[in-house]
Structure formats: C-alpha cells, structure tokens
C-alpha cells in the first residue's frame, strides 16, 4: 500500500491504480486497499470505479471513516450531491461528514446551510482540518480564505498537503482554480504568497 501511497503523492495516478488494485487482490479483506482503490480513481475522473471500490471497504470495516469521507468527496464532484448528504447521515465524526456536507449544500445552492457546515467545521476542526477547509473555500470560489487555510495546513504539516499532487477531479479544479495554486510540502510560505498572487481568476 505504501508503493500505491507515494505513486499518488508523486501525481501518477494511473500507477497508483494499478498498485491499489493489485493490493486489492493480494488482500480482498483489506479495507484499506479498497479505499485507496477508490481514491485514486475518483481522482482519475473515473467516478463510477471509485465509489464501487469506496463502497466495498465499510463493507469490510463500516467504521472506516476515511472510505465515507472519501466517497463523499466523490458523489459531490460527480454530481451527486443529495446523496452525499444522505451518506453524511451515517458518519459518526463531524470532522468528517462536515467537508462534504459544505460542498453538497453549495453545490444544491443552499448558501446558508453551507455556511453553517463550514462555520462548524472552522469551530471544531481548525487545528486539525486547514486542508478540508481551503478545499472547501476553493469549491466555493472564496479564493483569499482558500488560501489562508492553505497556508495554515502547511504550517501545521497537515497529513493532506502531500496529496495535492493527486488533485481533486478536474471538474472540480476547473470550476475553482484556487486549487490550482496549492503549496507543495517543502515549499515556503513567502513563496505561496506569490504564486497567490499569480493565480488565474474564475471568470466572471
């Protein structure tokens, strides 16, 4: 799994594929590998593929809250988002529900609702979840807040920063070119805030 791990964390994610699918049939009761499966193609765009293998691995451990999240980040980029908030329901850590939840809301137009995810996601999660929130803050279009909690997540060593070369499916980094701009791992902060500074702008 760690060979799958790092393909991901160095962007090639057709390799990572083929290494998490190949964990997959070494270990068929390993959730782990299925949820990594998952990921890494619903990071290919390959939406279908990935909720079938997010869903196989609560199938083998249902308190694996990383598959749920994940999935949930899946239905939302897919189009899916009233059954992102239907899967939200069965999480049993708002860390982890609340991310979704803020991007299914923005993405059915329930501004307020979103809100209100986030605002509790800021209350509970800021020491822990700076990298869920600039996503967040992307999805929405919030550029300079996207980027503060960017910058926060690097000073904090947030365990998702080494994943951005993965990248959120290419639907969602079009529509939020926030994202586009993200710190890598060893990068400093002055330098985030140029390359902030650069970053392309939605269109109006």
């Known amino acids: ?47 279908d593929r990935g909720a079938a293998a997010l869903n196989r691995a609560p199938e083998i451990a249902p308190e694996h809250e990383d598959a749920l999240y994940l999935l949930g980040i899946n239905l939302v980029a897919s189009g899916h988002a009233n059954d992102a908030l239907a899967l939200a329901k069965q999480s049993h850590h708002e860390l982890v529900a609340l991310p ?56 904090q060593r947030d365990a998702g920063l080494p994943r951005v070369p993965e990248r959120p499916a290419p639907s969602q980094a079009s529509r939020r070119p926030a994202l586009e701009a993200v710190p890598q791992e060893d990068e400093p902060a002055d330098r985030v805030r140029r390359r902030k500074s650069t970053a392309p702008r939605a269109a109006e």
């Open 1 to 47: 799994m760690s060979h799958a791990y790092f393909l991901g964390v160095l962007g090639r994610i057709p390799e990572a594929i083929a290494a998490s699918r190949e964990a997959t049939e070494l270990d068929p009761l390993y959730a782990t590998s299925w949820a990594a499966l998952g990921k890494h193609y619903t990071f290919n765009n390959d939406f």
């Open 100 to 155: 979704f939840i803020a991007l299914a809301q923005q993405d059915l137009g329930n501004v307020r609702e979103s809100e209100a995810a986030l605002e509790m996601l800021i209350a509970k999660g800021a020491r822990d979840s700076a990298y869920q929130l600039a996503q967040v803050y992307a999805w929405r279009g919030d550029r300079d807040p996207a980027f503060e909690w960017l910058e926060r997540s690097y000073v």
